[in-house]
């Protein structure tokens, strides 16, 4: 979506007639601020902001400058946060106060890369073959880049909204210490209250040959959660093995955690989702649609819909191991391993529930289960919160 577009967009959420005369023979200035927008996504492609080498401080203060240049006070623009590395940036165009602020959201962090896993440098903006390459190029440095520019247009172009609009560059959405929508909800919410909140990462428009087809908006979201597993054993000498060791104790574990499914839910907005899709989708596709919203579902239907990896996790909990490591030497029998299995909870569930059933599904009782923080602390006791109730 062109910065135009996204401008327009917001100006019918917001409650604005429109966007001033000049944006109806604006192609030139169409073209200068998708131009901008392109300069601004390569510019945070090129700044690691990983967790373990990178800087969000770095891209919140270069973005902060782009919005002092563009003419706005330095009192709607700050940078601020509880780590001198995971700073965030909050800024305010003014509006005429008819009604609460509208608050625009993203996060400038990016899951850690390596080069070596990369056809290309993870932290340079590369364009070939009608893509974009660069960590962060899809989630989401693409969206931080054109909520800058859009906003830096209207500030150009004097569009006054009917309510302030405050946009957060965050850090740590990806995980870390210092997750920055809730530090900054705990410690400076007068700067981000706001009547409601736009959050601009996900797909948004689906287009079929350049039409627009779907506007997707995300009404609530799964829990995120991350548990680490734990075997132990009593080790020994590699050249006497034993199919009990603790990497393949762990191995039949995890297995037994791939092959099992949460149970098919659907919730008011999921419910409307597939109401919505079977009229745009065809063949049996919808038809598949149409059947799970019967009462009872039709389970042939649910699992060929599940075999799309959108479907099978819109509609479930859904776990997977991310990390494994185990064994001490290459010449003794693993007396530990480890793996860490990330969970995406239904609203209505709890993570401590999602604990619970791995260690049952796993069936191993020499088998540990903890939750790992936001901080990275262990804990054997999850968090009991469930998700918000879809509105």
């Known amino acids: 979506m062109s910065p135009r577009a996204a401008a327009l967009l917001m100006a019918a959420l917001l409650g604005g007639a429109a966007l001033p005369a000049a944006h109806a023979a604006a192609a030139d200035g169409d073209a200068a601020y998708d131009t901008l927008a392109r300069e601004i996504f390569a510019q945070l492609i090129g700044i690691d902001t990983t967790d373990q080498h990178g800087n969000v401080t770095t891209a919140a203060e270069a973005m902060a400058r782009r919005f002092l240049d563009a003419g706005f006070a330095p009192a709607d623009v700050r940078v601020l946060g509880a780590n001198d590395h995971k700073k965030n940036l909050v800024v305010r165009l003014r509006g005429t106060g008819a009604h609460k602020p509208v608050l625009l959201m993203g996060h400038l962090d990016v899951v850690d890369a390596r080069r070596e896993d990369w056809s290309t440098d993870p932290f340079k903006f590369v364009e070939k073959d009608g893509f974009f390459y660069g960590r962060g190029a899809s989630d989401m440095k693409d969206g931080d880049a054109i909520m800058v520019a859009t906003l830096m247009r209207m500030k150009k172009e004097g569009y006054r909204p009917s309510r302030d609009l405050i946009l957060i560059l965050t850090a740590d959405e990806e995980g870390g210490c210092c997750n920055g929508v809730s530090w900054l909800l705990k410690n400076h919410r007068q700067m981000v209250d706001a009547e409601f909140a736009l959050?601009?990462?996900?797909?948004?428009?689906?287009?079929?040959?350049?039409?627009?087809?779907?506007?997707?908006?995300?009404?609530?979201?799964?829990?995120?959660?991350?548990?680490?597993?734990?075997?132990?054993?009593?080790?020994?000498?590699?050249?006497?093995?034993?199919?009990?060791?603790?990497?393949?104790?762990?191995?039949?574990?995890?297995?037994?955690?791939?092959?099992?499914?949460?149970?098919?839910?659907?919730?008011?907005?999921?419910?409307?989702?597939?109401?919505?899709?079977?009229?745009?989708?065809?063949?049996?596709?919808?038809?598949?649609?149409?059947?799970?919203?019967?009462?009872?579902?039709?389970?042939?239907?649910?699992?060929?819909?599940?075999?799309?990896?959108?479907?099978?996790?819109?509609?479930?909990?859904?776990?997977?191991?991310?990390?494994?490591?185990?064994?001490?030497?290459?010449?003794?029998?693993?007396?530990?391993?480890?793996?860490?299995?990330?969970?995406?909870?239904?609203?209505?569930?709890?993570?401590?529930?999602?604990?619970?059933?791995l260690f049952s599904v796993a069936a191993d009782p020499k088998l540990s289960v903890d939750y790992i923080a936001d901080d990275g602390t262990l804990s054997d006791q999850a968090p009991e919160h469930k998700g918000a109730a879809p509105p």
Request: proline share 7%; glycine share 6%.
């Open 199 to 357: 959050n601009h990462d996900g797909n948004s428009i689906m287009s079929a040959h350049g039409v627009p087809q779907v506007f997707e908006l995300g009404a609530t979201e799964k829990v995120y959660a991350d548990y680490r597993l734990v075997l132990t054993d009593r080790g020994g000498h590699s050249s006497l093995p034993r199919p009990d060791n603790a990497i393949y104790e762990l191995a039949r574990d995890l297995l037994r955690i791939s092959r099992f499914q949460f149970p098919f839910e659907l919730n008011n907005v999921t419910r409307a989702y597939y109401e919505r899709m079977a009229q745009i989708e065809t063949g049996e596709r919808a038809a598949n649609m149409r059947a799970i919203l019967t009462d009872p579902p039709d389970p042939l239907a649910i699992a060929r819909l599940s075999r799309d990896p959108i479907d099978h996790s819109t509609t479930r909990t859904t776990c997977v191991a991310t990390r494994l490591s185990g064994g001490h030497a290459n010449n003794a029998l693993p007396q530990r391993a480890e793996a860490v299995v990330n969970c995406r909870i239904l609203p209505g569930h709890s993570p401590e529930a999602v604990r619970q059933q």
